[in-house]
């Protein structure tokens, strides 16, 4: 499976950006998908995941509320859109996406197979 990341930019504290990741190679619609960030000297951190069929979601309580993921498997394309950007979430955001249905380790970067190049969010104050 390819990833491929997008939609990442410089916003305002406040805005929205909406990021894209589109797979080509594999059963797109078979994989949790999910999305994680990294700041400068920080190490990699969960944001969101979604399973399969799109239909449970799972979110880092930082981001609770602001942040929504979905998909669409007919486009094989996950999705997660950022309100109301705190400059705290400044950094490069990255999708996944792991065959495991194990929901127990859905927020551990280990656990996912697959791995997009990442897209810079930054975020202005």
């Known amino acids: 499976v390819q990833l491929v990341e997008s939609g990442g930019g410089l916003v305002q504290a406040g805005g929205s950006l909406r990021l894209s990741c589109e797979a080509s190679?594999?059963?797109?619609?078979?994989?949790?998908m999910g999305w994680f960030r990294q700041a400068p000297a920080k190490e990699r951190e969960f944001v969101a995941a979604v399973t399969p069929s799109g239909d449970v979601t799972y979110y880092a309580e930082s981001v609770r509320g602001r942040f929504t993921v979905s998909r669409d498997n007919a486009k094989n394309t996950v999705y997660l859109r950022m309100n109301s950007l705190k400059p705290d979430d400044t950094a490069v955001y990255y999708c996944?996406?792991?065959?495991?249905?194990?929901?127990?380790?859905?927020?551990?970067?280990?656990?996912?197979?697959?791995w997009g190049q990442g897209t810079l969010v930054t975020v202005s104050s």
């Open positions: 996944a996406g792991r065959g495991d249905g194990d929901y127990a380790t859905v927020s551990r970067a280990t656990s996912y197979v697959y």
């Open positions: 190679g594999r059963t797109f619609s078979n994989y949790d």
